[in-house]
């Protein structure tokens, strides 16, 4: 079975710096996806970037980027210029070709002003 | 466009009841999924569906159980309600295509507790 690890319960970082959280998976499977979703106190779960296994170029969407190293079974999300808004749980999710997806235990990340 | 609808919004049960909790989808998705997420803690997959007719255990499917009759309805169905039960659920869908797969559409969630 598939495992997704988030090594950090919690992280802060200062308004407008940079934050990288960490996120590690186990699996015997060569095709899959990797994915980071927010989730706000409002409870709604945000996509916030994707990674297709066989693509090598790490995938970026604004200030969000991510560092896949598809050998070390890593893929960590970097924020940059951190908002006020970005203040949420953050989770790192595995999904085989298939449709089982598997959600890490997440990271509460703080930015403070 | 209603995406994913969940219901209901909140629920009490009484230990040993049964409830089926509702959830659709109105873009033709293929894949559904069944989480819980208790306090503090990440998404854990109960059920996950393919396609209409097929399902399939996830991490945690003890005490429940699913059916997919439809492409759009993927009701999940608690048997005897237990206080380890207690939790937010939320239903998920998603579309795998060609070339690629397509996010998860998040249902708003259903908050039970089993008292």
């Known amino acids: 079975a598939q495992t997704v690890t988030q090594s950090q319960p919690e992280m802060s970082v200062q308004e407008a710096e940079t934050v990288t959280l960490s996120c590690t998976y186990d699996t015997s499977e060569s095709n899959y996806y990797l994915f980071w979703y927010k989730q706000p106190p409002s409870r709604q779960m945000i996509l916030v970037i994707r990674q297709e296994a066989y693509k090598q170029q790490n995938a970026t969407e604004n200030r969000f980027s991510v560092n896949f190293q598809k050998a070390a079974k890593s893929f960590s999300l970097k924020i940059s210029d951190s908002q006020l808004g970005d203040t949420a749980m953050y989770f790192c999710?595995?999904?085989?070709?298939?449709?089982?997806?598997?959600f890490g235990a997440g990271t509460r990340l703080t930015v403070k002003p | 466009n209603a995406g994913v609808t969940q219901t209901p919004k909140f629920r009490i049960l009484k230990i040993g009841q049964s409830m089926t909790l509702q959830c659709a989808q109105d873009m033709n998705h293929n894949y559904m999924y069944w989480y819980r997420q208790d306090p503090g803690m990440g998404l854990k997959l109960i059920y996950y569906s393919v396609g209409a007719g097929i399902t399939d255990k996830g991490e945690v499917p003890n005490g429940y159980n699913v059916s997919r009759s439809t492409t759009e309805d993927f009701p999940l169905r608690l048997e005897l309600a237990a206080p380890s039960q207690t939790s937010v659920y939320f239903c998920a869908s998603s579309y795998l295509r060609t070339g690629g797969y397509e996010k998860l559409f998040f249902g708003s969630g259903t908050q039970l507790s089993v008292l």
């Open positions: 999710a595995f999904m085989k070709h298939g449709g089982d997806m598997r």
